[in-house]
Every structure is written in structure tokens, then in C-alpha cells.
């Protein structure tokens, strides 16, 4: 019996995979970056496979992120609960991002840069979204 991945290698793959999808870039080309397999990168992304420090820091600059970007949101490693921060749900997140209405709005969305713009377009979807019904996460 093969032992279940960590929360953490999990959200930071899922991370990894939500910032490559969302600059268009392939798992074989992010491995090529990193000198890997395209299946290595699929490891990563899945939690099966730990990544390492230095690993990280090389995925963080070739994704155009920060470090923090990769565990923003991420579990907490604090006792109890079930180890995420208020409010986070990585596998409904990057679930989303894999879709292609979810990465072409993402894409759209990254692309407006009036901040009061932006912020109206995130207060008419979640009106939109009180009117839908509750939260069927």
C-alpha cells in the first residue's frame, strides 16, 4: 500500500500547475527548464513527488512567481482542522484553472489592469452568484 501524498506537496503542485496553465505552457516544456521528464513534472504537480527547496526556487523564477506564490492558501501545518487557511480550497481552484472557461477567464481577467475595474468585475460575479443559490462547494 503506497503512502497518500502531503497536503503541502499536493497544494504546491496543484499551485505549480494552476501558474504553468495559466501561461500557456506545456508539462514538457517546463520540464525541459528544469532538465526533466514531462512524467516528473506530472509527479510534482500531483503531489506524488516531493519537490526540494532549490527545486522550488528554479519552478518559482521560470512560472514569473514568487516562492510564497507556490504556498499562498496552502495548508497551515498548525494541529487540528484540516490543515488549510480559512478559505482556501486548492482542488476546486485548480479544478477550475483546468477547465477552458476557467483559464480563459483567468487569462482575461489577469489582463485588465484598472484595479476599480477589476474589483467591480469580482462584485457583479459574486452578486451573480447570491442570486445562483448558496456556495455548492
Known sequence: MSKAPNPVDKYVGSRVRMRRIMLGMSQEKLGDALGLTFQQIQKYEKGTN????????????????????LFEGGPTGTAGGDGFSEGSSPSFVSDFLATSEGLALTRAFTRITDPKLRRSIVDLVEQIAAREGPDKR
Request: without cysteine.
Open 50 to 69: 516531493r519537490v526540494g527547496a532549490s527545486r522550488i526556487q528554479q519552478i518559482a523564477e521560470i512560472l514569473q512567481v514568487p516562492v510564497s506564490f
